[in-house]
Nanobody, 119 residues
Framework: VQVLESGGGLVQAGGSLRLSCTTS????????MAWFRQAPGKEREGVAC???TMLSSIQGRFSISRDNAKSTLYLETASLKLEDTGRYFC??????????????????WGQGTQVTVSS
């Protein structure tokens, strides 16, 4: 199984980025998917989760979506702040929906894509 993120980069505060994640070696539409991030010196934290049927958990400034036909997961980020800087990881859930334990029910991880927000 491979999980590959893209779309990170350097952006000014207030800006936006669209992160993408593709997978291979599994049936993308069968699993819930999630985004995590890890800021410098901090632990990795869950950003958002989306079930296989596209029910999402946690939105706000960030919006998670998926295109099962394209086997692609997205994270639309908006109004980025300096504290949003970090490495963003795509994750494949062990299950089909976003349970309360979605942050720990991860089967596969990507290598991450770096997002750097500048002032």
């Amino acid at each position: 199984v491979q999980v590959l993120e893209s779309g990170g980069g350097l952006v000014q505060a207030g800006g936006s980025l669209r992160l993408s994640c593709t997978t291979s070696g599994l049936t993308f539409g069968s699993f819930a998917m999630a985004w995590f991030r890890q800021a410098p010196g901090k632990e990795r934290e869950g950003v958002a989760c989306i079930s296989r049927t596209m029910l999402s958990s946690i939105q706000g400034r960030f919006s998670i979506s998926r295109d099962n036909a394209k086997s692609t997961l997205y994270l639309e980020t908006a109004s980025l702040k300096l504290e949003d800087t970090g490495r963003y990881f795509c994750a494949v859930s062990k299950g089909t929906y976003c349970a309360n334990s979605w942050r720990t029910d991860i089967a596969y991880w990507g290598q991450g894509t770096q997002v750097t927000v500048s002032s």
